[in-house]
Every structure is written in structure tokens, then in C-alpha cells.
């Protein structure tokens, strides 16, 4: 998740250009585990903001 933040200690977000840019750089592979980790209740819930970002340019799958 590192590089969808500003802060070693990820509590401010890259703005929406960077966080697309960041998720584009990814494989799909690891997009779809993090779509998975963000359909997870207990995963989504303490990442609520960053998960809502991952379900905008992945889809809800």
C-alpha cells in the first residue's frame, strides 16, 4: 500500500492522479488482491478511504 501514500506511516493519501498513477504501475495480479483484501469487511473497514479509491479503478469484483 506504500505507494498510494505520502507518509512512511500511510495516513495521507497521494492525490488521485498519483494514486491512479501508482495502481496503473501494478499487475493485475496484485490488483486483484487488493480488490479481494478491500471486499474483505475487516480489510475494508480501517481502510475505508484508500478502499473506496481501489473500487473506483478496479471495480467492485
Known amino acids: 500500500m506504500q505507494p498510494f501514500f505520502t507518509d512512511a506511516s ?3 493519501m497521494k492525490s488521485d492522479a ?7 504501475a501494478m499487475s493485475k495480479d496484485k490488483q486483484d488482491a487488493m480488490k479481494k483484501e478491500c471486499n474483505d ?3 475494508s473497514k480501517p481502510h475505508a478511504e484508500f478502499c473506496v479509491k481501489v473500487h473506483e479503478l478496479g471495480g467492485n469484483s
Open 10 to 12: 500511510m495516513k495521507t
Open 18 to 24: 498519483d494514486f491512479k498513477a501508482a495502481w496503473g
Open 41 to 43: 469487511a475487516a480489510m
